[in-house]
């Protein structure tokens, strides 16, 4: 069974020898991880003590990233303190894009057109 633990319990954690951080209601000891943080130790401490679901979204983390969190979890928040878990956005498949003339089109004219109006200002001035 996990422990429980309330926002305010989860707060006075923000040292650097007892860092946690909470991420969709779950909480992480990343004090062991502070130097191996891809992102440098200033991020998780910077974040210790509070919730930063919406800050380990927005960087979009990996699914090994993802994975790898789960040997930190040391618990979970109280359900009277839980906060609504916002989903983030899926990513864009790049792969199921399709690509059109036009799509084409909207990218390359600007500087084909800029290049003949290039060429024909060379042409017509020497």
Same mark, same amino acid.
């Given at each position: 069974? &996990?422990?429980i633990f309330t926002r305010?319990? $989860?707060s006075e954690l923000e040292s650097k020898e007892n860092a946690a951080i909470i991420i969709d209601n779950v909480v992480y000891d990343v004090s062991g991880? *502070? +130097?191996d943080h891809p992102g440098g130790p200033e #991020? *998780?401490?910077n974040n210790a003590g509070r919730d &930063?679901?919406?800050c380990f979204h927005e960087v979009g983390h990996s699914e090994d990233a993802r994975a790898w969190r789960e040997r930190f979890r040391?618990? +979970?928040i109280a359900p009277e303190d839980h906060w609504e878990v916002v989903t983030p956005p899926p990513a864009l498949d790049v792969a199921a894009t399709k690509l059109t003339w036009s799509g084409a089109l909207d990218v390359l004219a600007p500087p084909l057109l800029f290049a003949a #109006? &290039? $060429?024909l200002g060379y042409l017509y001035f020497f």
């Open positions: 069974m &996990a422990k305010q319990q $989860v991880f *502070l +130097e #991020v *998780l401490l &930063a679901s919406r040391i618990g +979970e #109006v &290039a $060429v």
